[in-house]
C-alpha cells in the first residue's frame, strides 16, 4: 500500500480558484480553519442566520449559502451529515461549476448512490481517520493525523493530486494518507463503528456491568472495572498495538486475556460479525438507515433513548462529577 507524504503532495493544484466547505461541525470547522491556515480562500456554505455561521464568521472566515459558496470554487467539500448530502447537493448541483472536484470526508453518500455527480467532476475522497477537533489540534499542534483518499471519478485528469493536495492542507501528509477506495472505505470505516468501536465496545462494556452488577456487585466499582478504565487499555493499544498493552498489564491480566477473552468473543461473535459485515457490503444497512431517516427516525430515537436511560448512566454521572480533572479536560 502506498502512503503519500509531504513530499508527494503539491499545493500548487489547488491555488487556481476558493475552496467551498459545506458544513461547519466537527470535520467542516476543522477542515475550514486549516485550509484558511494553509494559505487557501475558503467559503464556508451554510444558512446564513444558522449558529453556525455565527461561529464561521467568528472565527474569520466568509459565509455565504450553500449554493453561492460553491459559485466560482474549483473545490467543494461536502462535510454535512451523510443523510444531508442528496438534498445538499440537489440544492447546489446547478451551481457547480463543470469541472471543480467533489470532495467527500467519508464515502456513504457516493458509494450508495445518494449523491450522483456529473461526468465532468472530479470525485474524491480525504478521510481522516480521527474526529474533526483532533484533526484542527493536531494541526496547530504542527502535526496531523492519518487520512485515506480515494478517487471515485477522475474528469480532468488531476484528481489524485488535488486529492492529496487538500490531505496535505489539512495536516495528512504529516502523518500519512493512504490510499483506498470509495468502497473500502464506507464499508471498513460503518463496519468498524457497528462492530468494534461503538456498537461492540459498548455493547461489551454494558454487558459487563450488568453481568457483575447482577451477580450483587457493588454499581459503582462494576463501572470502574467495566468502562472507566477500558481508556487505559485502549491508550495502550493506541500508542504501541497488542504488543505494549502486554507489556504494561500484569502477568495474571495477560493469562486472562489469553485464556478466557476468546470464551467471550468467541466464532459465534465473529459469525454475527460477518453479518453485519454482508449487510453493509450489500447495501441492506445502507436502505435501512436511509428509510429510518425518510420516517423520521423513531426507531433511532427509542433505541438511543433506551441506551442513555441505562443504570450505568446514572451511576456514571455521579461518579464523574467526583472527577475534577475531567471537568478540566472539557475545558480546555
Known amino acids: 500500500?502506498?502512503?503519500?507524504?509531504?513530499?508527494?503532495?503539491?499545493?500548487?493544484?489547488?491555488k487556481d480558484g476558493p475552496i467551498a466547505v459545506l458544513g461547519y461541525g466537527s470535520q467542516g470547522r476543522a477542515h475550514a480553519l486549516n485550509l484558511r491556515d494553509s494559505g487557501y480562500p475558503v467559503v464556508v456554505g451554510l444558512r446564513p442566520d444558522g449558529r453556525s455561521a455565527e461561529r464561521a464568521q467568528a472565527a474569520g472566515l466568509e459565509v455565504r449559502s450553500p449554493a453561492d459558496a460553491v459559485t466560482g470554487a474549483t473545490l467543494v467539500a461536502f462535510l454535512t451529515p451523510d443523510m444531508t448530502h442528496h438534498t445538499l447537493f440537489e440544492q447546489v448541483k446547478d451551481r457547480l461549476a463543470p469541472r471543480s472536484t467533489l470532495l467527500f470526508a467519508h464515502g456513504f453518500s457516493v458509494h450508495y448512490g445518494q449523491v450522483r455527480p456529473g461526468k465532468t467532476h472530479d470525485v474524491v475522497l480525504v478521510a481522516p481517520k480521527s474526529p474533526g477537533?483532533?484533526?484542527?489540534?493536531?494541526?496547530?499542534?504542527?502535526?496531523?493525523?492519518?487520512?485515506?483518499?480515494?478517487?471515485?471519478?477522475?474528469?480532468t485528469g488531476h484528481a489524485k493530486a488535488r486529492a492529496l493536495a487538500y490531505a496535505?492542507?489539512?495536516?495528512?501528509?504529516?502523518?500519512?494518507?493512504?490510499?483506498?477506495?470509495?468502497?473500502?472505505?464506507?464499508?471498513?470505516?460503518?463496519f468498524g463503528e457497528q462492530a468494534v468501536l461503538c456498537g461492540g465496545a459498548t455493547e461489551l462494556v454494558v454487558k459487563g456491568y450488568e453481568t457483575l452488577?447482577?451477580?450483587?456487585?457493588?454499581?459503582?466499582?462494576?463501572?470502574?472495572?467495566?468502562?472507566?478504565?477500558?481508556?487505559?487499555?485502549?491508550d495502550l493499544l493506541y500508542e504501541g498495538g497488542l504488543a505494549k498493552m502486554h507489556q504494561f498489564v500484569s502477568e495474571t491480566a495477560k493469562y486472562g486475556d489469553l485464556t478466557r477473552g476468546p470464551r467471550v468473543?468467541?466464532?459465534?461473535?465473529?459469525?454475527?460479525?460477518?453479518?453485519?459485515?454482508?449487510?453493509?457490503?450489500?447495501?441492506?444497512?445502507?436502505?435501512?438507515?436511509?428509510a429510518e431517516n425518510a420516517a423520521g427516525q423513531p426507531r433511532y430515537r427509542e433505541l438511543l433513548q433506551r441506551d442513555l436511560n441505562h443504570p450505568i448512566e446514572r451511576v456514571g454521572k455521579v461518579l464523574r462529577e467526583r472527577m475534577a480533572w475531567l471537568k478540566r479536560q472539557a475545558a480546555a
Open 1 to 14: 500500500m502506498k502512503i503519500f507524504s509531504e513530499a508527494d503532495a503539491d499545493p500548487q493544484v489547488l
Open 133 to 155: 477537533d483532533l484533526v484542527r489540534r493536531q494541526y496547530e499542534a504542527g502535526q496531523g493525523v492519518p487520512c485515506l483518499l480515494a478517487v471515485a471519478q477522475d474528469a
Open 168 to 190: 496535505h492542507a489539512i495536516g495528512g501528509t504529516r502523518s500519512g494518507v493512504l490510499e483506498t477506495s470509495f468502497a473500502e472505505e464506507t464499508e471498513t470505516d460503518l
Open 213 to 234: 452488577v447482577e451477580a450483587g456487585y457493588q454499581p459503582e466499582v462494576a463501572y470502574f472495572e467495566c468502562l472507566h478504565e477500558l481508556k487505559l487499555i485502549v
Open 265 to 290: 468473543v468467541d466464532g459465534h461473535a465473529k459469525a454475527a460479525m460477518r453479518q453485519v459485515l454482508e449487510e453493509i457490503r450489500s447495501g441492506e444497512f445502507a436502505r435501512e438507515w436511509i
